[in-house]
């Protein structure tokens, strides 16, 4: 049984830094999944924040470019999103997400986690 976890979130002020960290469990190829990372704010629509493919290639969403960085550690089975300058709008639940294919994590139908909440104030 697949699973990926979340922890990391917490509360910052604004320009602070959080790390979050997914820990994927019962992937044998864990190397060959995409994984991305989505946050949901109140009242707001899902958001596909950042992925990586198994190339490492990175897309991040326009808002978090230059701030946030997407991760991974194929040997431990670890997604990682390095938050920096963080802003009162990060204010979100973020999820990790993984899929065989890029497109099943940026259509949101792959496996998902539970979330854990960030929190930015001004």
């Known amino acids: 049984q697949v699973q990926l976890v979340e922890s990391g979130g917490g509360s910052v002020q604004a320009g602070g830094s959080l790390r979050l960290s997914c820990a994927a469990s019962g992937y044998t190829l864990f190397s060959t999944y995409c994984m991305g990372w989505f946050r949901q704010a109140p009242g707001k629509e899902r958001e596909l924040v950042a992925f990586?493919?198994?190339?490492?290639?990175?897309t991040y969403v326009d808002s978090v470019k230059g701030r946030f960085t997407i991760s991974r550690d194929n040997a431990k089975k670890i997604l990682y999103l390095q938050m920096n300058s963080l802003k009162p709008g990060d204010t979100a639940m973020y999820y990790c997400?993984?899929?065989?294919?890029?497109?099943?994590?940026?259509?949101?139908?792959?496996?998902w986690g539970q979330g854990t909440l960030v929190t930015v104030s001004s």
């Open positions: 997400a993984a899929g065989a294919f890029c497109g099943t994590v940026v259509a949101g139908t792959g496996v």
């Open positions: 990586t493919d198994s190339d490492g290639s990175t």
